[in-house]
């Protein structure tokens, strides 16, 4: 269910600002939203699985924060993710 390393450094490629960025926040978003997707995607295979929709819940939660974070400081890096991820906020 976790993102491999391969999946995480393609996702962070897309993301980075610099060559060294693995942990900025719009970094971080990207990664969550994907790791979000493949669970949202097991818990429809396996609906009893309580265990990951709470750490879904989680996530999601995290998620928002940074996205919070971004609409403060970084409005223009918020509406750049938020339009490639097709979130909607």
Do not use: C
């Not at 491999?4 to 450094?9: G, I, L, N, S």
């Not at 993301?15 to 669970?39: C, M, N, P, W, Y």
Request: glycine share 6%; proline share 2%.
């Amino acid at each position: 269910m976790a993102l491999t390393a391969k999946e995480k450094t393609k996702v962070i490629g897309k993301f980075r600002i610099h060559d060294k960025d693995t942990g900025s926040s719009a970094v971080q978003v990207a990664v969550l939203s994907e790791e979000i997707t493949h669970l949202t995607i097991h818990l429809k295979q396996n609906p009893k699985d309580n265990h990951s929709r709470r750490g879904l819940l989680g996530m999601v939660a995290r998620r928002k924060k940074f996205l919070d974070y971004l609409k403060i400081h970084e409005p223009v890096e918020y509406v750049k993710i938020i339009r490639h991820l097709g979130l909607k906020r």
